[in-house]
């Protein structure tokens, strides 16, 4: 992204904080720590999320019922795993869906095909 040093901004990810987690999640149980490098390695190191928006959005996520949490000892240490439950999977598929409709619209504005 222009500017960010092909970093993306946090405040771009408002409103895609939930399915970006969700689906970091979709296949195995993870603790917090190791979300935010799959997120980072997922997005070949553009998405640098801090703590302090990952850990709320996961508790958030936990309250709504899509995700379910314990705590599990992780390389020697206790460490808060979380794991996707099936409405996780049902509110992941879409997230899906409506990211691909607003992907679709964005696109076609920005690189709007050109008829004659």
């Known amino acids: 992204m222009p500017g960010t040093g092909g970093r993306v901004n946090t405040d771009a990810l408002r ?5 970006l987690l969700l689906s970091v999640l979709e296949h195995d149980p993870l603790h917090g720590y190791a979300i935010i490098e799959a997120l980072q ?7 640098n999320v801090p703590t302090g928006t990952v850990y709320p959005a996961l508790r958030r996520l ?10 599990a000892t992780v390389g020697g240490r206790k460490r808060r795993t979380y794991r ?12 899906r869906s409506a990211w691909r409709e607003f992907a679709g619209a964005i696109g076609s504005v920005l690189e709007p095909r050109v008829t004659r």
């Open 15 to 19: 409103g895609h904080m939930d399915a």
């Open 41 to 47: 390695e997922r997005s070949g190191g553009a998405l």
């Open 62 to 71: 936990e309250q709504a019922g899509y995700l379910a949490s314990e705590w």
């Open 84 to 95: 996707l439950t099936s409405s996780g999977r049902t509110a992941l598929a879409g997230e």
